[in-house]
């Protein structure tokens, strides 16, 4: 596709991203790397360092407008990304080893892990607001370093795994958790960036725009939580991104299956298999 062609798209997907984040206060990495692969064409690789930058900016100024209205915890969002932004980058770093078709698959397990959450989660916030006392420290710190890595080595931010995360194991209520999520998303991703420093020159100016569309979609995804039922629009979102992943593993799996160099599908199995329990790992520390 050519840049003309991806301009003239941007402002709409961009604006789909920043619905998600304002809404839900995550979910918008979870469709941007499969925005720039299948859509607007980009390597695999080079999609998960523009993710990173898109999501991270929009999450920054999402962050900023929870936090003109009270509900940014700067302190632990800071201590809970502080586990996890050196794992971002060695997960960023880790991730080159990978062919685009295995990262893809991996990108989909990803999906359909954090799908059941958001569906298991549904109508559930509620009783946890407020969180518990007496949190162990080390729950904590397997939560941030599972969501640093995840960062860095898929491109995604983690939004639905951090905000229960706040909840359950901080002990923010859950209007505050959104809203440190944010934040939290965007230091990880920068981490992550990091990682991708010589993957080549980003596209800036399709960045920008993405950008742009982003932050009115942020606004508009802040109006509508007010109106709509948050629980709906979760689970609802949760039913698009399985049927996403369903596809995603229909286009990759057989390139994953048929590859002729052995020793790359084992090691690419190994860490997929690595990768996936600890996205079930973190659901498991978010149930205790």
Not at 163 to 190: E, F, R, T
Not at 213 to 231: E, H
Request: charged letters at 10%; a positive charge; glycine letters at 14%.
């Amino acid at each position: 596709m050519n840049q003309a062609a991806q301009l003239l798209l941007a402002p709409v997907l961009g604006l789909v991203i920043g619905l998600a984040l304002g809404m839900l206060g995550g979910g918008g990495s979870i469709l941007t790397v499969p925005i720039l692969v299948y859509i607007l064409r980009q390597d695999p690789h080079m999609a998960v360092a523009t993710s990173l930058v898109i999501v991270g900016v929009n999450a920054l100024i999402g962050a900023g407008f929870h936090w003109r209205d009270g509900h940014v915890r700067i302190r632990q969002a800071l201590i809970f990304s502080a586990y996890g932004i050196p794992v971002a980058y060695i997960g960023a770093r880790l991730s080159k080893l990978l062919s685009g078709p295995v990262l893809l698959v991996l990108f989909a397990l990803l999906m359909l892990v954090i799908a059941g959450l958001m569906i298991r989660r549904g109508g559930q916030t509620g009783a946890v607001d407020g969180g518990q006392a007496g949190v162990a420290w080390w729950h904590v710190l397997l939560g941030g370093v599972g969501v640093g890595f995840l960062t860095g080595f898929l491109g995604v931010g983690g939004g639905f795994l951090i905000v229960p995360a706040l909840v359950l194991l901080v002990g923010m209520k859950m209007a505050d958790a959104v809203g440190s999520s944010l934040l939290v998303i965007a230091l990880n991703s920068a981490a992550g960036l990091a990682g991708h420093f010589n993957d080549g020159a980003l596209p800036r100016l399709l960045i920008a725009v993405f950008l742009a569309a982003g932050l009115v979609g942020l606004w508009l995804g802040s109006l509508l939580t007010r109106k709509l039922s948050a629980d709906r629009l979760r689970q609802s979102f949760a039913v698009f991104v399985v049927v996403l992943a369903l596809v995603l593993l229909g286009i990759n799996m057989p390139a994953v299956v048929h590859a002729r160099q052995g020793h790359v599908a084992t090691r690419s199995i190994c860490t997929g298999v690595a990768t996936v329990l600890l996205a079930e790992g973190e659901v498991g520390i978010l149930k205790t």
